[in-house]
Structure formats: structure tokens, C-alpha cells
């Protein structure tokens, strides 16, 4: 018979390894170490890609929700000279009025004025916005304006020069506040706004309805009360 190991060779010493068999197929133990940590690398930077992704599509949706327009972005000019910027009364409520001087509610200036009064300590401001829109009645001279509305009715809250307020050449204010809802664009004058202290419009009141009728104090001591 002979010998299953020829030449005296001794049988493979399958304790220590020196002379390991190699099964076809299966990979050795560092080998599929090394694949695993491989994979697990290449999850991570999946992960981490991920999540890049996502902080960037949050930022960019903030930004544009930040980019989004309110009143406090417009500029009008104010009667006695200079500019009269919204956003300088941001943080307080803002009663926006489109006025005229020879208007069947012109005598609505002693209401404004008085609401004003009682109210600006508190942190309202009353704004004019005379207008010719409606029926020419209002002067031509934005300091026959004023004269009128200090000699008549002692107005002291700040007020703009003449704009327009309906169309498709109305002040940027006034388009703005069209596309705010149907209701906010003035039918006629004396037609009233209420902004909030972060520069959102949020009520609008007729010509009809008085600055000191219970309805436009209520949504007054409402954005005061925030």
C-alpha cells in the first residue's frame, strides 16, 4: 500500500494553520472584516449625504418664507418731507387710511385723530394716505393737504403725500394689499387697514364703518393685546 502522505511528508497540521485549506467560496474572516467596515463606510456617507440634503431644502424653504413680502417692505413719502418707511413701526399696530379732504367722510379725520390720541401710548399708530382716486376729492398740492388737516381738524398722526390706491399704477402698498384678498383694495375713500406688528394685513373695514366704531376698536385692542 502506499503512503497517503509520499516522500515522508507529514499531513497537513490543520490546528496551527500551516498548511490551512481554502474553501472555494468562503472568504477568509479579515476579508469579510474588511467588507463589512466597507459597507458600514459607505452607509454612512449615505447618511450623511442625506441629511446634508435635507438641511439645505429647509434652509432654502425658510429663506423663501422669509423672502415673502409684508407692509413693512414698502416706502411711502411722507407729506412732511422724507420718506415714510413702514418698517419703522414694526412691532406696533398700524390703522392704514386712505383719506380726502372734500369727501361726504372727511369729518372721519376727528375719529382717526381721536383714536390716535387715545391709543398711541399704547402702541398704535394711525397713518393717512390722501388720494385723488375717488371722485377728484381730494386737493392737487400735497400742502394744501396738510394745511387743511391741521387747520380742521388739528391732525398730527403721520401722513403721506397723494398716491394711488386702485389700478394697475396704484402705489406698490396698495397692490400689495390687493393681492392679500379681493377686500383689502379701497372701494372708495376712508377705507381702513389694520397691519399687525409683524406687517401683516389683517382686517379691513369700509368707508362706512367709523375709526371709532366698536368693530375697528375691537381689531385694535386685539393687535395691541399680542
Not at 7 to 29: C, F, T
Amino acid at each position: 500500500h502506499k503512503a497517503p502522505f509520499p516522500n515522508n511528508r507529514s499531513a497537513p497540521d490543520l490546528e496551527s494553520g500551516r498548511h490551512s485549506l481554502h474553501i472555494p467560496g468562503q472568504e477568509p474572516s479579515q476579508g469579510a472584516a474588511r467588507m463589512r467596515r466597507g459597507l458600514i463606510s459607505r452607509i454612512n456617507v449615505a447618511v450623511a449625504c442625506l441629511c446634508a440634503i435635507f438641511v439645505m431644502e429647509m434652509t432654502m424653504l425658510q429663506t423663501a418664507a422669509r423672502a415673502e413680502p409684508t407692509a413693512h417692505d414698502f416706502v411711502f413719502e411722507n407729506i412732511e418731507g422724507g420718506e415714510l418707511r413702514l418698517a419703522d413701526y414694526a412691532g406696533k399696530a398700524i390703522l392704514l387710511t386712505n383719506t380726502a379732504s372734500m369727501c361726504g367722510f372727511t369729518p372721519q379725520y376727528e375719529a382717526l385723530q381721536s383714536v390716535w390720541e387715545e391709543y398711541e401710548a399704547r402702541g398704535l399708530v394711525v397713518i393717512g394716505v390722501p388720494s385723488r382716486d375717488f371722485g377728484g376729492q381730494e386737493y392737487g398740492s400735497n400742502s394744501k393737504i396738510k394745511q387743511f388737516c391741521e387747520i380742521n381738524y388739528g391732525i398730527d398722526f403721520p401722513m403721506t403725500k397723494a398716491v394711488k390706491v386702485k389700478g394697475e399704477d396704484a402705489d406698490p402698498y396698495y397692490r400689495w394689499a390687493r393681492d392679500q384678498g379681493r377686500m383689502m383694495t379701497p372701494r372708495w375713500n376712508f377705507y381702513k387697514h389694520v397691519i399687525d406688528a409683524d406687517g401683516n394685513l389683517v382686517e379691513w373695514f369700509a368707508s362706512t364703518t367709523s375709526p371709532d366704531s366698536s368693530k375697528v376698536i375691537n381689531a385694535i385692542e386685539k393687535q395691541l393685546a399680542r
